[in-house]
Structure formats: structure tokens, C-alpha cells
Nanobody
């Protein structure tokens, strides 16, 4: 399983970014996908996740109503649309995948991880 995260960058507070997690063949259809972030000196935090079977989507409390996770099976990509960004959203964002669940988890217990993409929210 290969995961490639991209789309990070620097944005002003209140701005938006869309991150992409390109997966290898079949992964986006049969694997749970999670997005996580880690700021310097902090633990890795679950941001959003999407279950492959039951269509479930869960979000961490700090991002509810602002972030949206969605899949494009044709493109084998899972996106994280982030809006109304604040400096507290800054960090390295990672996508992760696991085939063990019909749903998904916001805990960092996934088997497969991609490299991170940096998001900086600053004026």
C-alpha cells in the first residue's frame, strides 16, 4: 500500500486548502483512510477519517464544520478540504490507511502511513 499526500502550503487565517492522498490500486475503495496532523511538540492528532464499507466519516472536534473528507474512487484519491483555517491548524498532515475495519478510526493505529505535507496558517 502506497500513500502520497500533497497539497500543503502556507495560507492566511480564514483561508482554505485541499489536501490530496493518492493511494495505490484498490486502496481507496477497500481501506479505511484517515487524515492526521502533528504540530511541533504535540502528539499526532486525528483530523478526519472515512470508512470504506459503511460510508462513515468522522471528524476531530477542533475541525468539525470546517473540514471535509471525501473519496474519488476513479482517481484513487482521498481529499481533505479545509476551510476557515486558523494558526492552530498548522502542522504536518499525514494520510494513513488500514484494511482491518469496515468503519474508520481517529486514533493513530493505522498500518500504512504516507509521508506528510506541511500546512502553515499564518498572516
Amino acid at each position: 500500500v502506497q500513500l502520497q499526500a500533497s497539497g500543503g502550503g502556507t495560507v492566511q487565517p480564514g483561508g482554505s486548502l485541499t489536501l490530496s492522498c493518492v493511494t495505490s490500486k484498490f486502496t481507496s475503495d477497500v481501506y479505511a483512510i484517515g487524515w492526521f496532523r502533528q504540530a511541533p511538540g504535540k502528539e499526532r492528532e486525528g483530523v478526519a477519517c472515512s470508512g470504506p464499507v459503511d460510508g462513515s466519516r468522522y471528524y476531530g472536534e477542533p475541525v468539525k464544520g470546517r473540514f471535509t473528507i471525501y473519496r474519488d474512487s476513479i482517481e484513487k484519491t482521498v481529499y481533505l478540504r479545509m476551510t476557515d483555517l486558523t494558526p492552530e491548524d498548522s502542522g504536518i498532515y499525514y494520510c494513513a490507511a488500514d484494511s482491518r475495519w469496515a468503519s474508520c478510526s481517529l486514533a493513530p493505529v493505522y498500518t500504512h502511513w504516507g509521508q506528510g505535507t506541511q500546512v502553515t496558517v499564518s498572516s
